[in-house]
């Protein structure tokens, strides 16, 4: 029945019209886990058990046609998200053997919604990364070409969805986390707008950036999953409470379409773009052309100073959310400290990674006492600039694209002796971030056959918007349903 | 000493009367098993965040009214980066640019005993940490958390204190308004209200302050005194030998009395304070200020010149009632409800009521006596129905029983006739068994009268002494 293939959609019908049962699907995808992720090492942890039980209570429900839409379907979470007696790492040593008290938020809505959870996935440590090589819990693999790296730093859930490992997974986007490992992957990513999912139980990189979001085979999966996640909660002062969040409505017409304008920012194809990437999505635009969209050339001129801002606020709030990773109350603690002083240094020092590491370094910099103003203020000066370049032009257009990553996956291990080369492969999705902006990747072509992704960025709260002429896209053509080949069988 | 002059500042620490802590909803109350009161966010879990308590706000809000400060239309919180195990996420979440509370003053009374102002910079909301217990004997420390998270509201003074008095004037100044207006219950030994001081000494010629230190969390009254006086003290006698102050935290040390050195400038944090993040600012809209001003009560200044001019209550009687707005509520109502004089009435008040509360540590709330059955208690009395000694008793009764006033003051009235009765026939006895005594009277030894009434009072244990003198006078008149 090559039921990874299936969509959310295609999977609801056929557990709906009992097919398959919940377990079944749950065992599917357990099966294909044990059998393909060692080559790629896309998750942390399998709950077999737990999520057996839970697709247990799904058929139940089934039967009983008490179900909702996404009842009894497989997920895969980041293993940032916090998940109530179920190790949640963070891909860092430091929480190796952390059992939270509680679930996060997201993981509430969805297990309410009777998905079940069937792994948590790899991670960069404490999601800072752009290839998932800073993974205490190893790297992780492309499964379109097993040298490559997926991206990061929700690495483990787009290799996972990647090779149809599971359905459809959650994802955490700072500075392009869920957006890049998509495109990467061939696969569709949405970063929604801050404060639209709840952060409540989502262990912090950087607060004032941090969105959790899905990361599916296409923007038709990536609406169901949002659908259930977004919406305020009291849990999170962040999340908005002013905004009417309703069902997203795939149903874009032609005739929306000739109204729709799309902005090409001119300085997102500048000579650090990658030549064969810039075609692609240059076709890729010319399509949505072809399909009745406008396109306008605009100008983001200041997104050139997005990459050092972020990095500087993102460390400046990382350095502050992992302090409290002490040896005190939770997590890694050194053996035998013979001071307060030597249990911090040592739990530290042997608990944390060196991208961890560096960044607590940079962000503590960034705030001390002399240097807050020359970085910290600066950087927020340019967050707010780089905030009213979108304003502006979203003032001429309705969605910007952009590529979302200049380049297709590198190898495993090329980026990791130069920080800002890997920094750079940052710079289009990390602006988003800064403005809080929603944005998705969607999957556009192939470059040696490495999958190439373009970002489409909205305005605020204007995911469903986002999502429909991704969709529409998608409908039209067939970039989304490209399945690595090795992983291409049951 | 005479040419030295002192500049002092206080930062006090009030805790806010909640029930719920600052960012989470745990309970706030003291004394609790260790830790049960820390919820996930408490412990800062990876992943919880700080939602704020509204009630926090307003309790601000009340007391930058009260001090004539100005509300911020637009407040942010601030992270405050520093490690200690007592303090779970390594950060304390404070104010630093726009507090909620800027400027504003409060009045005292100088050593001069002149009217002096006292200028307050700002007051800013902040959580407490929790406790470190350190024990020689397991030669370990143990963390209690349960005071993480307690909302606390520092206000921080200008150096415009010129001496130890005048610091306290101030501090219990301040304690009367947090306490009246019940934003804090102001419990010291509790360390509801605690403070640091900063303290320097010039000439007074001088125009430039002195180097300061910081004398770290005092926690009553006097010790506050005694800390500043020796500091002060500590620094002149340092200048005077050549020596020089140097800027630095000090800690007093309560049995010897002195202050010591507990980290310089040079080891002092760098807080690295930015913005929170995950709070967003607090907007606070002229509407709302209206409101809690409007639900405010008269303010503990104005209330003492009412009390005294109004009512003519005595200094020691209103320093009672400006210890808790609900007492003073209280006993106005039963001044409005009572034709006895106020002065007379609060005696009656303090020593019935307010006794049994502090013995029994009761609020007024605890205790089920309304102002009118107060009224109706003090009323007989002042018809000479029952005895003042009743009052206490009816209090008493009250507190356990439901009952009727009415009925029961008709009881103590009955007993009391009852009584008198008995206390004329013990008059004549006594009278007619003392002759000697009487006589003594007849020539003029008024004095004598305590024997007869001590005499009298053998036997009628619970009866008015005043009464029975009255008797007694006009039953010798007879003779």
Known sequence: MDIYKKSLTQLAALLNSKQISSKELTKYFLKRIAKYDSKLNSFISVNEDYANQQADNADKLISAGKNNFLTGIPIAHKDLFSTKDIFTTCGSKMLEKYLPPYDATVVKKLNDAGMISIGKTNMDEFAMGSSNESSYFGDVKNPWNLEKVPGGSSGGSASAVAARLSPVATGSDTGGSIRQP??????????????????????????????GGPIGKSAEDCAVIFDEIKGFDKNDSTSNHQIDFKKTQLNLTKDDVNKITIGIPKEYFSQEMNEDISKIIFQAIEEFKNLGFNIKDITLPDHRYSIPAYYIIASAEASSNLSRYDGVKFGYRCQDPISLEDLYFRTRKEGFGTEVKKRIMIGTYALSSGYYDEYYMRALKIRRIIRDNFKEAFKEVDFIFSPTSPTTAFNIGEKTSNALEMYLSDVYTTPVNLAGLPAISIPVGFNNQLPVGMQIIGDYFSESNILNIANYFQKETDWHNYIPEEFNHE | MSDWESVI???????????????????????????????????????????????????????????????????????????????????????????IVEGGYIKIQNDQNIAKRINILRAHLEEDAGKSIHSKKDNCTFIDLNRAGTPLLEVVSEPDLRSANEAVEYMKKIHEIVTFLKISDGNMQEGSFRCDANVSVKKYHDKELGTRTELKNINSFKFVEKAINFEIQRQIDLIEDGGRVIQETRLYDENKNITKSMRSKEEANDYRYFPDPDLLPIEINEKFIKEIKDGMPMLPDEKRVSYQEDHALTNEQINILLNNSDLSQFVDDVIKKSKIEPKKLMNYFISSIYLKMNKENLLIQDMTITPEDFCKIINAVEDKKISKGNIKQIVDILLTTKGSTEKIIKKFAKAQDDDLENIDSLIDKVISDNPKQVDDYKKGKTKILGFFVGQVLKTAKDSDPGLIKEKIIKILDKV
């Open chain 1, 182 to 211: 998509a495109a990467f992957c061939g696969l569709t990513g949405l970063k929604p707008t801050y404060g639209s999912v709840s952060r409540y139980g989502m262990i912090a990189y950087a607060s004032s950036l941090d969105q």
């Open chain 2, 9 to 99: 500042g206080l930062e006090i620490h009030v805790q806010l009367m909640t029930k719920s802590k600052i960012f989470s909803s745990s309970s706030t109350a003291y004394g609790a098993v260790p830790n049960e009161q820390a919820s996930y966010v408490d412990l800062g879990m990876p992943g919880t965040l700080p939602v704020l308590n509204e009630e926090v706000i307003k309790k601000a809000i009340e007391f930058g009214l009260a001090i004539n400060g100005q509300i911020s239309k637009k407040s942010i919180f601030a992270r405050k980066n520093y490690f200690y195990p007592d303090l779970p996420k390594n950060y304390q979440i404070s104010q630093l640019d726009l507090p």
